[in-house]
């Protein structure tokens, strides 16, 4: 069977048994607390929390899932051995509250039996059986549905069943919550498969598990209960691409003389057909035996499968509007995509070369997976944009690594002949730091000697963790990245090391960034967070409940206020506050770790204490400015996401009354016309007047389409802002009641702030209106200058400008006259000595260049000989020297001039023998220095 006719059966077979068929799930998970969707439950854990009611109780898809990074992190072993993946497909089944363990086994079995014909007496079922301190008891359910299965099948119960405890064989979503046993299904893949069980979780590539079947039943209590649940669940997991490599390594079971590989599937025979096309190399199927001293040719089948594996990873994560960067889970597909770019280096594949595998992974997995095919262009645009930049960095990088990794290799060899260790080192100067090839393979020859064993054992060396941090912040090279490239030579990094060094920077970090966490250090308040009512009201009366003061400030603590506190990226409110009789401005709002709203104020603070009453008033104009702004932001980010693509993601943003800030993630500058289309479609919606509403609901129960950021702490009950229904976002700030509010959105500015990130500014309301009469007024003074309607002012420039060109040109044409006047003069006064011509003289020029052009000139006229000049250029000596053929014969070269002579007067400088020039700052002596030259 191909690798689609499997995955279809599968569908195909569930859908038999009463099951939808539900695409899979975006690799951008719901839950903040997942990098990456990394199993085909994740989608459906609010069905088994009871939170939602799922359309249909019987449901069957494909999950795309990457384990990268976090708990589940696969990333360094992919190559190295057959069977694991950054990317995967997760095959499954579920019931919610409806068929339970007896359908789940048998259907597991029917399928894998009757329609995919696996050999029956290869097959092994584990059954949970707790050990000590484990949850729960013997699945003696499971165990009797299991040995009526293999009773029937003429196969014994005691050999093909085996039994697991918590480790293997129980299933919990965390902590707490809801939990079961689980009975796996293994396949015996020796060649006689005979092994009777011997093998199942042994860590054998000869015993794969190829299904897991969770029985939720229970909840997990926050006292340790395990209390069974009214509803029970069936939730199933099979890795797609093990049965497809194992169908295919066997021949359909025809031929199990071959180790099991899941990369021997047509899931990956068209990219390793595009990779040999490409490095004119083989894949030949070889897996490391030694992996600290791995061969060429196993080398080269460990880059194709790393290849093949990290662009299936980054083409469907891209697809899903997970692009590479700098944060998070977008870091991880960063570092996956270097790797992959450093792999195929080894490979000898030239830059580029990433993105043209796109095609392939669209064709192979497009029809199962459409937003493959819908973002084809984005995903090759993106990886080549991200090649691209690694590419410029790259080779300055491995050339740092090398010539760092001998430098301190050297070092840490002299450090140990200097402090008494047995010289074991005998070192030369060709071996000294100088040849990052050569130099380096002498030094590991050296340290990896038999003779040193003993050193090495005891005293190791590991690339130092400041030389992995420099790699890292200069270069982009990630950690694990610097790791493999030092394992490929023998040697470890000092991670801690590197940690350390980060750590630095993120103090730097931390204590550059305003803090209010500070205030409320030596409170006794209680830590109640402050109720606001600034969505409904922008005045309130309020009881102060706290007075925080620091060095430079005061902030008053409310019971309530409408005041909205600095967050999301929008600044805090000002106003003022009323007592009785003490008035205070309110400077700015900030919220603190509690969730208090700080009111900053100035002044004497003696005439009020807590409990006082008072009135709160926020800015009235400032505030609704704000929220122009703010609603601005999300219908931009809406609009950037219909012309660029779904993959632009809120990056940042910042929000105040006089402009906006909006970060996003990009490949690539937006292009004018681009920029101008976001810019037109923005002010289309905002002229429409659309409705802006906003409501509560739990986290979990938020509608389709709206978007979460990840990152973000959201609690269980969010804040859904919803404008004309074309853009929904989860916001906890303040916005217009309608989008005609906004006005006008003008796009003042479009730049990167990093790899992968672009930064807009604009500017609305009555910020755009400023900004427009400051347009004109520059208009109409410069209409004024140029006696120009301002209809006619771009004809009158264009005139202005063609008449400017003209007379630059006419004062070129003087120039050179007065140049060639200039040397005819210098000429004159020319010195002879020994048959050579010499001009020594200070002159007049604009610019170094004006002073080469001038003794050019004068060496052309001069004939044989030497022309130095010199000329005070913007409050500091500029110098050149010519010297002609005989002149250098004679040993007159112009480079030892000018670095004789910049020397005394205070600088440096040097060249060819027949040219040079340098630069100095004894200006006060040039004239007399010139003067004492001869030949």
Request: glycine share 8%.
């Given at each position: 069977?191909?690798?689609?006719?499997?995955?279809?059966?599968?569908?195909?077979?569930?859908?038999?048994?009463?099951?939808?068929?539900?695409?899979?799930?975006?690799?951008?998970?719901?839950?903040?607390?997942?990098?990456?969707?990394?199993?085909?439950?994740?989608?459906?854990?609010?069905?088994?929390?009871?939170?939602?009611?799922?359309?249909?109780?019987?449901?069957?898809?494909?999950?795309?899932?990457?384990?990268?990074?976090?708990?589940?992190?696969?990333?360094?072993?992919?190559?190295?051995?057959?069977?694991?993946?950054?990317?995967?497909?997760?095959?499954?089944?579920?019931?919610?509250?409806?068929?339970?363990?007896?359908?789940?086994?048998?259907?597991?079995?029917?399928?894998?039996?009757?329609?995919?014909?696996?050999?029956?007496?290869?097959?092994?079922?584990?059954?949970?059986?707790?050990?000590?301190?484990?949850?729960?008891?013997?699945?003696?359910?499971?165990?009797?549905?299991?040995?009526?299965?293999?009773?029937?099948?003429?196969?014994?119960?005691?050999?093909?069943?085996?039994?697991?405890?918590?480790?293997?064989?129980?299933?919990?979503?965390?902590?707490?919550?809801?939990?079961?046993?689980?009975?796996?299904?293994?396949?015996?893949?020796?060649?006689?498969?005979?092994?009777?069980?011997?093998?199942?979780?042994?860590?054998?590539?000869?015993?794969?598990?190829?299904?897991?079947?969770?029985?939720?039943?229970?909840?997990?209590?926050?006292?340790?209960?395990?209390?069974?649940?009214?509803?029970?669940?069936?939730?199933?997991?099979?890795?797609?691409?093990?049965?497809?490599?194992?169908?295919?390594?066997?021949?359909?079971?025809?031929?199990?003389?071959?180790?099991?590989?899941?990369?021997?599937?047509?899931?990956?025979?068209?990219?390793?057909?595009?990779?040999?096309?490409?490095?004119?190399?083989?894949?030949?199927?070889?897996?490391?035996?030694?992996?600290?001293?791995?061969?060429?040719?196993?080398?080269?089948?460990?880059?194709?499968?790393?290849?093949?594996?990290?662009?299936?990873?980054?083409?469907?994560?891209?697809?899903?509007?997970?692009?590479?960067?700098?944060?998070?889970?977008?870091?991880?597909?960063?570092?996956?995509?270097?790797?992959?770019?450093?792999?195929?280096?080894?490979?000898?594949?030239?830059?580029?070369?990433?993105?043209?595998?796109?095609?392939?992974?669209?064709?192979?997995?497009?029809?199962?997976?459409?937003?493959?095919?819908?973002?084809?262009?984005?995903?090759?645009?993106?990886?080549?944009?991200?090649?691209?930049?690694?590419?410029?960095?790259?080779?300055?990088?491995?050339?740092?690594?090398?010539?760092?990794?001998?430098?301190?290799?050297?070092?840490?060899?002299?450090?140990?002949?200097?402090?008494?260790?047995?010289?074991?080192?005998?070192?030369?100067?060709?071996?000294?730091?100088?040849?990052?090839?050569?130099?380096?393979?002498?030094?590991?020859?050296?340290?990896?000697?038999?003779?040193?064993?003993?050193?090495?054992?005891?005293?190791?060396?590991?690339?130092?963790?400041?030389?992995?941090?420099?790699?890292?912040?200069?270069?982009?090279?990630?950690?694990?990245?610097?790791?493999?490239?030092?394992?490929?030579?023998?040697?470890?990094?000092?991670?801690?090391?590197?940690?350390?060094?980060?750590?630095?920077?993120?103090?730097?970090?931390?204590?550059?960034?305003?803090?209010?966490?500070?205030?409320?250090?030596?409170?006794?308040?209680?830590?109640?967070?402050?109720?606001?009512?600034?969505?409904?009201?922008?005045?309130?009366?309020?009881?102060?409940?706290?007075?925080?003061?620091?060095?430079?400030?005061?902030?008053?603590?409310?019971?309530?206020?409408?005041?909205?506190?600095?967050?999301?990226?929008?600044?805090?409110?000002?106003?003022?506050?009323?007592?009785?009789?003490?008035?205070?401005?309110?400077?700015?709002?900030?919220?603190?770790?509690?969730?208090?709203?700080?009111?900053?104020?100035?002044?004497?603070?003696?005439?009020?204490?807590?409990?006082?009453?008072?009135?709160?008033?926020?800015?009235?104009?400032?505030?609704?400015?704000?929220?122009?702004?703010?609603?601005?932001?999300?219908?931009?980010?809406?609009?950037?996401?219909?012309?660029?693509?779904?993959?632009?993601?809120?990056?940042?943003?910042?929000?105040?009354?006089?402009?906006?800030?909006?970060?996003?993630?990009?490949?690539?500058?937006?292009?004018?016309?681009?920029?101008?289309?976001?810019?037109?479609?923005?002010?289309?919606?905002?002229?429409?007047?659309?409705?802006?509403?906003?409501?509560?609901?739990?986290?979990?129960?938020?509608?389709?389409?709206?978007?979460?950021?990840?990152?973000?702490?959201?609690?269980?009950?969010?804040?859904?802002?919803?404008?004309?229904?074309?853009?929904?976002?989860?916001?906890?700030?303040?916005?217009?009641?309608?989008?005609?509010?906004?006005?006008?959105?003008?796009?003042?500015?479009?730049?990167?702030?990093?790899?992968?990130?672009?930064?807009?500014?604009?500017?609305?309301?009555?910020?755009?209106?400023?900004?427009?009469?400051?347009?004109?007024?520059?208009?109409?003074?410069?209409?004024?200058?140029?006696?120009?309607?301002?209809?006619?002012?771009?004809k009158k420039l264009d005139t202005v400008l063609a008449r400017n060109a003209e007379l630059e040109k006419q004062l070129k044409s003087f120039q050179q006259k007065a140049s060639g006047n200039l040397a005819d003069d210098l000429l004159k006064s020319a010195q002879d000595s020994n048959g050579l011509k010499l001009v020594a003289a200070k002159v007049d020029a604009d610019n170094p260049n004006a002073l080469r052009q001038l003794g050019a000139n004068l060496i052309g006229k001069l004939g044989e000989g030497v022309v130095i000049l010199g000329a005070e250029v913007k409050g500091k000596v500029s110098i050149v020297a010519f010297s002609s053929g005989n002149a250098i014969a004679a040993g007159h070269k112009a480079g030892d001039i000018i670095r004789d002579l910049t020397a005394k007067l205070g600088g440096r400088g040097g060249g060819k023998p027949d040219f040079a020039m340098g630069g100095a700052t004894d200006v006060d002596s040039l004239e007399k220095t010139l003067g004492s030259i001869k030949l």
């Open positions: 069977m191909t690798s689609n006719q499997i995955r279809q059966s599968f569908l195909d077979f569930f859908a038999s048994k009463q099951h939808a068929i539900v695409p899979s799930a975006s690799l951008m998970p719901d839950s903040p607390n997942l990098l990456f969707t990394n199993a085909g439950m994740n989608q459906f854990v609010p069905y088994f929390l009871g939170e939602r009611e799922p359309s249909n109780r019987r449901i069957t898809d494909t999950q795309k899932c990457i384990r990268a990074g976090g708990k589940h992190n696969d990333l360094e072993d992919v190559g190295l051995d057959t069977y694991h993946h950054t990317f995967f497909e997760m095959l499954g089944n579920w019931s919610i509250g409806d068929y339970f363990k007896q359908e789940a086994i048998e259907w597991a079995w029917e399928l894998i039996t009757k329609v995919w014909k696996f050999p029956k007496e290869r097959l092994y079922a584990s059954v949970y059986q707790p050990s000590a301190g484990d949850p729960g008891e013997f699945d003696q359910e499971a165990y009797d549905f299991w040995k009526a299965v293999f009773e029937k099948e003429g196969l014994d119960p005691e050999v093909h069943i085996v039994f697991g405890d918590k480790k293997d064989n129980y299933w919990m979503m965390g902590d707490t919550g809801p939990c079961g046993p689980c009975s796996e299904l293994h396949v015996d893949l020796t060649p006689a498969g005979d092994t009777k069980g011997k093998l199942v979780n042994a860590d054998s590539p000869y015993c794969i598990e190829i299904w897991n079947l969770v029985f939720i039943q229970y909840n997990a209590t926050p006292d340790g209960e395990f209390v069974p649940l009214k509803a029970k669940h069936i939730d199933t997991g099979m890795g797609f691409e093990r049965v497809a490599g194992i169908m295919a390594t066997s021949k359909n079971f025809t031929d199990f003389s071959t180790p099991p590989s899941n990369y021997n599937s047509d899931l990956f025979d068209t990219l390793f057909q595009e990779f040999e096309k490409l490095s004119g190399h083989k894949y030949q199927r070889t897996l490391p035996e030694d992996l600290d001293n791995i061969s060429e040719v196993e080398m080269k089948d460990v880059i194709f499968r790393v290849l093949a594996d990290h662009i299936r990873c980054l083409s469907c994560s891209i697809a899903d509007g997970i692009l590479p960067g700098n944060e998070s889970r977008n870091y991880v597909l960063r570092r996956i995509l270097r790797r992959a770019v450093m792999y195929g280096r080894k490979l000898g594949l030239e830059q580029g070369f990433f993105a043209k595998l796109v095609p392939v992974v669209v064709n192979q997995l497009g029809h199962v997976f459409p937003e493959l095919k819908q973002q084809e262009e984005i995903i090759q645009k993106i990886i080549k944009s991200e090649e691209d930049a690694f590419g410029r960095t790259l080779d300055r990088g491995l050339q740092y690594f090398y010539s760092m990794l001998q430098a301190d290799l050297f070092k840490w060899i002299e450090e140990h002949e200097l402090d008494g260790t047995k010289a074991y080192f005998k070192i030369s100067s060709e071996s000294a730091p100088t040849d990052s090839n050569n130099g380096l393979e002498n030094l590991l020859r050296k340290y990896f000697e038999p003779e040193t064993e003993q050193l090495r054992k005891s005293s190791p060396y590991f690339l130092s963790g400041e030389i992995a941090f420099t790699l890292y912040d200069t270069y982009g090279f990630p950690l694990d990245l610097t790791e493999l490239m030092a394992k490929q030579k023998g040697i470890s990094v000092d991670t801690e090391g590197f940690e350390l060094e980060m750590e630095k920077q993120r103090a730097k970090g931390r204590a550059a960034h305003k803090s209010t966490d500070i205030l409320v250090a030596d409170s006794d308040a209680p830590a109640q967070a402050t109720k606001f009512l600034g969505f409904d009201t922008l005045a309130d009366e309020a009881e102060l409940i706290d007075i925080v003061k620091s060095d430079d400030a005061a902030y008053l603590v409310f019971n309530h206020t409408p005041f909205y506190a600095e967050m999301g990226g929008q600044v805090g409110d000002t106003g003022e506050i009323n007592f009785d009789d003490v008035h205070f401005d309110v400077l700015d709002t900030v919220k603190d770790p509690n969730g208090r709203f700080l009111h900053k104020v100035s002044g004497d603070l003696s005439a009020i204490s807590v409990g006082d009453e008072a009135n709160l008033i926020v800015a009235h104009d400032r505030r609704k400015s704000i929220e122009r702004h703010h609603s601005a932001t999300h219908v931009l980010h809406w609009a950037l996401r219909k012309v660029l693509g779904t993959h632009v993601r809120q990056a940042g943003s910042y929000v105040d009354d006089q402009r906006l800030r909006f970060d996003f993630s990009h490949f690539e500058a937006v292009k004018p016309d681009e920029l101008a289309l976001v810019e037109k479609l923005c002010n289309e919606h905002i002229l429409a007047n659309s409705k802006v509403k906003w409501f509560e609901t739990p986290f979990d129960q938020r509608p389709e389409g709206v978007m979460a950021e990840f990152g973000e702490k959201y609690g269980d009950v969010v804040r859904v802002v919803d404008i004309g229904g074309f853009s929904k976002e989860l916001c906890g700030g303040t916005h217009v009641r309608g989008t005609g509010e906004i006005g006008l959105l003008k796009i003042t500015s479009e730049s990167g702030i990093a790899a992968g990130t672009r930064r807009i500014e604009a500017i609305a309301g009555d910020s755009l209106y400023s900004h427009i009469n400051d347009i004109e007024s520059t208009i109409a003074t410069a209409s004024k200058s140029l006696s120009a309607a301002p209809a006619d002012l771009l």
